[in-house]
Every structure is written in structure tokens, then in C-alpha cells.
């Protein structure tokens, strides 16, 4: 069992109080001294709620930074939310903590957390701190609100509607192999800078909240794009009971990724099967493509037309220049064999 | 990094799809087939919110059954709510997972689970399943509904508010020593079956959520005891900015736990101290106590008047016969120095 430390004010108690109140400005967190929080919801709106773990050597590297890893423990949750059209409300956080975890992980990791609730309006309500003799692991349930029966669902695709992705794809998944494996960088070609980049946005999901309102507005249905997109496509078609084929030229690709890509064309499965995105995946009607694509452009996120719900039963191909389906050893990322 | 398998339908969604999906017969749950849960709040309700995780070899024993494992993760929350005065609405999990849990952990673990969560009236909405290479690990965040702004907090106590426990107190801290020390259950003389009484208290709470109504109603302030009796009743004082002074002796004692403590004394300690209790501690005004009472006993649930409030900064005493304090190394339970 973990060491057992006891004092009148609990090591917990004072933990909390050192890194985490300041955090908890919400009212419903009660100042983070009570057992609950205590929400009044919204009238009128629906409650979105979505929860996502993340495990050191795992879904972040054991070295990472402290505030990075904050980050990527809140964002993968605020991605989730983005793309259901949710507009964050706040969350409820567990951190177990390895032995010696002291003052140089947690002040900056509760300093960045702090930072990103503001950013994202998305204060914390409550928590749990344990021990664990295993790696740090923390879990974030986050909840968001939407007018009553406004949810973005993965099932709402129809034949016709446009696949569109935000940002970039594979950057994450690059960027994680290349921190694994230093060599990449030359056998890649990368430019100055570019290999810190892919790093960054595997460390740093930035996830696109700032277009929630649009997804909402225009797309039938959507979903953030975290396990690969290849797989989270034929997710979101076997939701709607639809297929889809998607160009693989049209994948949007930062300059490193296309760098990368041109050198070693085999990549293209890393990039789209990799996962960790955190972009958002929609599908969008014709019509209403030119108003959502003029509010991603108002708002400064990229997006993209990559391909075209059909009818089916969830098949979902990616396609190369002459219109050849591209075969994987797997579409998505899963933990599990 | 841990193993990443992949295929067309990742080994995570047929592992929800098996274990889970059955359990989600909420309609905010979706069928556990989208990124988000959503739910419509009742009206004129608060949401009342909490999060407890545990981790094997802190909150449980690793060889303890799958069930009792399930049982405890979601009860520990179960017991959060009962203690606010609130009914369950419905709970997310997140489950990481060591290397090699199959069907031999997650059958029994899933089937407790979807059995709690039909007897307590808490469904599933939504998870998170992953791999870890350290411990099993569940966070669960439980919500549930009060009447707009009757959630019982544990400020609220006032001088002259009786001092109330439910149940017994102490049988789980004893049961997690003696299942730790075989030779304890010959040296505390226990008697036949009183051992397994012990590590049962121990491995599954039992939370009064058949009480929560009558928290509601009658209780001052309230919280659930998991850190220790004399360390949460401090906690309790000083969020109502009282003191409490109560009788070591009127501690309500299971058997077992009576005649460890009249072999052994000084498990006093261990009794008011050692948590995992899951039992309602709370504050009535002496007007209410006979109805509270009432309510206990038609709920079947033992209530123990064991002080009395007063005038204070967060004081709490446990006194024995002659009224002379007694003194602990440390008053609850911590995970933290």
C-alpha cells in the first residue's frame, strides 16, 4: 500500500489548497472545500459531458513538460467538446501522482492548467488527488452546454454532404516518432525548426474551440479527430450508417509533414492513422458549405474539403490520385490489441 | 510507449462494445457511441458533482475481486452524493488498464458494475478506456440532483447542532490491517467470521443513499467519512467555523471492531482515524433530531448521536469517559506527507 502521511490538516488538504484553489473561481467548485460541486445548469440548455484519461508513456512522454502535459490533459477534453459545438463550461479533475512529486512538476503544471481554463473558459469545479505507485495519470471530465437538442452527433451525415477537417493532419504522430527516434529528423529531410514543431503538436493539442458555434450552425455531423482520421471517419460513418471516400491529396499537411511525406511517401499511413490531432472532423450539406468555410476563415481556422458522404453501411476510403483505394495495416490508434 | 494494435474497429471499441455498452441505457449515454454525453438537466434541480479515484495497492488490494473492485470505485462517489442529500443521476468512468486484463478481470468487474448501477440508480454516460503499464486505475465522476440550492454542504453547522454518524466506524480500517497481517485477527481475539466481516467493510462500501433524502431535510451540514472520523468531523468544523467536541465512547462499533478494541485499546486510533468509512457524518439541530431519527430508522439505516457542536475556529475533540482528550499522531487519513 502507498506510504500513509497524517497531520490535523491532511497533506492532501494542503496540496489542494497550494496549487488548486486558486484555480476553482467558478461558484458551483464551492472553493474546492466541500465533497461536490454544486452546478445550477443553464436554463435551456443541454449538457455535454466527455472524459479523457491521459497516462504518462502512454499519451504524453514521462519528460514532457509539466505545463504541456497540463495542457494535453485539459485540450484532448476540449477538443471533444469543440466538435460536439459545445461551449466549455468547466471540469472535475484526477491527478494521481508517483512517489515524490513535489512543488517542480506541480507549480507549473496547475500554473498552465490555470492559464488554459481561462483561455477556454473552462474553470475547474472539483477534484481528486491520489497517490499511485504507477505513472501520473490524469483524468478530466469536462462538461460544455448547447441549446436543448443542439448536440453535434457523430450520426447526421447524408449522401452528399462535403468531409471537411480542420488545421493539419499528422503532424501529432510525426512528431511523436521523430521524439522517439532522433535519426528521423535527417531521414526526413526536416528543415530547421520543423522537427520542434511536430514535437509541439504532439505535446500540444490545439484544439478549435473557437469554431464550436460554426460546427453547430453547419455541419450534420462531426467528431474530433484523436484515434487517426482515417479511423474516425469510418467511426463517424458507421454512426450515420453512410460511407465516404476521401482524397488523400486533398489531407491537409503542415510544410514539415509535406517535407516528410515527399521524402518517405509511406508516411501517408503514419499521417493518417496516427491520431492525437485533436482537429475536428465534419461533415457539412452543400449548401451550407460557403457560410461554414466564411466563418473558419473569420475565426483563423483553416479548413479543408477532402472528400464525400455516400450511401452505405460505415466503409470509409481514402483514395490516391488515380482514385486507387489505400490499403493500411490498421486505421486507428487503440490501446488495446 | 504502450503496445498500439490496430485494426478496422479498434480493440477499445469492441472492449466498450462488450463490457460497456449494456450498461448504457440512459438516453444521455448515446449507446457509448459518440465523443460526449448528453444530458438534459431537470429542471429547478442542481447538479451536485463529484470525483473519486482509485488506484490498486492504494485504494484496493490487487488480488481483490473484480466485483468488489467495481463496487468500490463507484460507491466511494455513490457515498459523496448520499452525504450532499442528493440522488444519483449518473456516472463517466475512466478505466486504465495494466497489461494483459481480459475477460477474467472485466466480466465480473462490468457485471458488478451494471448491477450497482441498476440497484443505486446511477447509469453509465460515458467513459474513457486506455492502457496503462502501472496499476489498475478507475476515476469515476459522479453527478447526481438536488432541489435548486439544497445541496447539504459541510459548512452549515451550527453550536448547539448535534453531532451524527450513521453505521459503524472503524470496521474497514481494521479490515484493511488484518487482511494486510493474518496473525492480528489471533491477537485482537476476533471471532469466528468477524475477520472476513472486516475485510468485507473494507473491499465494499455500503453508502447510505437510502439517507439522502432525510440529509436533506434535516441536516445542518454533512459529509461523508472517508479520510477518518476525528480528521473529516475536523474538516466539517472548520468549513462551518465551529468546534465539535465528541465521545470516543459513543462511536458506534461494529462487534468485531468492539472486541478488537477491548483486547487492544489503542485501536482507538485506527477506528477515528483510518477512513474508508463510507458512512454519513452530519450536523442536526436538536429540534430536527427525532424526525432525522425517524427517517434513519424507517430508512434501516443506524444513527449515532456522538457530540455537539459549539463556538469555535474548526476544533474537534474526541474525548473519552473522563472527559480527558485523546491525542493522535495524525487525525485522517492522507496520501501526501
Known amino acids: 500500500m502507498a506510504k500513509r502521511g497524517r497531520s490535523q490538516e491532511s497533506g492532501e488538504d494542503r496540496l489542494i489548497a497550494r496549487y488548486f484553489k486558486p484555480l476553482a473561481r467558478h461558484p458551483a467548485a464551492l472553493g474546492l472545500s466541500d465533497d461536490a460541486a454544486c452546478l445550477k445548469p443553464p436554463k435551456g440548455y443541454d449538457l455535454v459531458m466527455t472524459v479523457d484519461a491521459v497516462v504518462a508513456g502512454v499519451h504524453f512522454l514521462p519528460d514532457d513538460p509539466p505545463a504541456s502535459i497540463a495542457r494535453k490533459a485539459l485540450r484532448v477534453n476540449l477538443s471533444d467538446l469543440a466538435a460536439k459545438g459545445a461551449k466549455p463550461l468547466g471540469f472535475l479533475l484526477t491527478l494521481a501522482l508517483p512517489p515524490h512529486t513535489g512543488t517542480k512538476f506541480l507549480t507549473p503544471f496547475a500554473r498552465a492548467l490555470a492559464q488554459d481554463a481561462q483561455t477556454f473558459g473552462c474553470p475547474v469545479l472539483g477534484g481528486d488527488t491520489t497517490a499511485t505507485p504507477g505513472p501520473l495519470t490524469i483524468s478530466i471530465s469536462a462538461f460544455g452546454t448547447v441549446p436543448q437538442g443542439k448536440m453535434v452527433q457523430r450520426k447526421g451525415a447524408r449522401p452528399g454532404d462535403l468531409v471537411m477537417v480542420t488545421g493539419t493532419i499528422g503532424d501529432a504522430a510525426l512528431g511523436l516518432r521523430v521524439s522517439q527516434r532522433a535519426s528521423l529528423e535527417k ?66 499537411l503542415s510544410p514539415a509533414a509535406t517535407i516528410a511525406l515527399a521524402t518517405r511517401p509511406d508516411l501517408i499511413e503514419t499521417i493518417l492513422t496516427g491520431g492525437d490531432d485533436y482537429e475536428i472532423l465534419c461533415t457539412v450539406p452543400p449548401s451550407r458549405a460557403t457560410r461554414f468555410t466564411a466563418a473558419a476563415t473569420a475565426a483563423g481556422v483553416p479548413l479543408t474539403t477532402i472528400g464525400r458522404i455516400g450511401r452505405g453501411q460505415g466503409e470509409a476510403r481514402f483514395v490516391d490520385a488515380d482514385d486507387r483505394a489505400l490499403r493500411f495495416g490498421r486505421v486507428s490508434f487503440s490501446h488495446f490489441g
Chains 1, 2 share one sequence.
Not at 226 to 243: E, F, I, M, Q
Request: net charge positive; proline share 5%.
Open 187 to 252: 531521414q526526413w529531410r526536416l528543415k530547421r525548426g520543423q522537427r520542434a514543431f511536430l514535437v509541439d503538436r504532439y505535446r500540444e493539442p490545439r484544439p478549435r474551440n473557437v469554431l464550436a458555434l460554426a460546427v453547430r450552425r453547419y455541419a450534420s455531423a462531426a467528431m474530433d479527430v484523436s484515434d487517426g482520421l482515417a479511423g474516425d471517419l469510418a467511426k463517424l460513418c458507421r454512426a450515420s450508417g453512410v460511407s465516404a471516400v476521401a482524397e488523400a491529396a486533398q489531407v491537409p
